[in-house]
């Protein structure tokens, strides 16, 4: 690998990104909650870049790209909760000290519109004898 990321023919180099939410909601499954925010590159060279991604994407069941879901904490007093609170308050607080004057109201859909500094990377994959990339 280059250390570049591939969205349908154009290359993403590794490293930080100035985005903007586009939305958020928070998801419920039978082992907890996750928030899925919803993001675009939004300065520089590479600004639009996932939303240029979708509008090309031909597949009938094409989805949204950018992407960060992160868990809710259960508040269940467990060891993987406490690291949870830990990882979803630091990303509450990126978010707040991107955007001055932003106060977490434990409302997802204020954070529409916010900017955060993201810092993209690769990881690799392997499923079913098959092996890629991906964004992370």
Known sequence: MTGEITLRGK??????????????????FD???KLSIAFDVCEGEYSGMYKRDYDNNT???????????????????????AWTKRRFGNTIWA???SNPGFKWNWDEKSLKG???????????WSMEGR????TK
């Open 11 to 28: 290359v993403l180099p590794i490293g930080g990104y100035v985005c903007q939410i586009l939305s958020a909601k928070e998801e419920t």
């Open 131 to 134: 092996s890629g990339w991906t």
């Open 114 to 124: 916010k900017k955060i500094g993201l810092i993209f990377r690769n990881e690799e």
């Open 59 to 81: 597949n009938e069941n094409k989805k949204w790209r950018g992407i960060f879901k992160i868990n809710v904490p259960k508040d269940d007093g467990t060891e993987q909760d």
């Open 95 to 97: 978010i707040e000290q």
């Open 31 to 33: 082992w907890g909650n």
